[in-house]
């Protein structure tokens, strides 16, 4: 009841089955050895809705599902239910799946929702505004940063 029919997530969860995601990842989990691991399909539908929110702070997406219902409900997290903290989504994303894991689930969820007709790349709209910068090309200095940017 608290999740709109028309809501994002209410339309993948009708459309998109997400079991293919255990299938690709099952060699990346021991059967035996180490703690309880997050459920794939909840940690890959967590990044899905990083991805398609804008949400790019794994920070941030923890606190955006800890209090928005519709994220909640799309995960099958209840009201009271722990979310998984923000150092387990990167820890995953940068150790558990190597190479292209992320990706390979990406392209299949765009594939089938394409195939559901909930994507159809017919139209690409871009904001083109142009504005005027308050520069002065005549005055500036040159600095090298000794340090390399943080890639999230």
Do not use: C
């Not at 991805?51 to 941030?60: A, D, K, P």
């Not at 099958?76 to 995953?92: K, Q, R």
Request: cysteine-free; glycine content about 4%.
């Amino acid at each position: 009841m608290l999740v709109p029919d028309n809501h994002l997530v209410r339309l993948l969860q009708r459309h998109i089955d997400f079991s293919f995601i255990t299938d690709k990842v099952k060699d990346y989990y021991h059967p035996t050895h180490g703690r309880p691991s997050i459920d794939p399909i909840r940690l890959f539908k967590m990044m899905l809705i990083g991805y398609l929110f804008g949400v790019r702070s794994e920070r941030q997406l923890e606190q955006d599902i800890i209090v928005n219902n519709a994220y909640r409900w799309f995960l099958g997290l209840s009201l009271s239910d722990p979310v998984p903290h923000h150092s387990t989504i990167s820890w995953n994303r940068h150790h558990r799946f190597p190479g292209s894991v992320f990706q390979d689930v990406f392209d299949e969820v765009v594939l089938l929702a394409i195939s559901h007709r909930m994507v159809a790349g017919r139209l690409l709209a871009t904001d083109s505004t142009h504005m005027q910068a308050s520069a002065n090309i005549n005055k500036y200095t040159m600095q090298e940063s000794p340090k390399r940017p943080l890639l999230i």
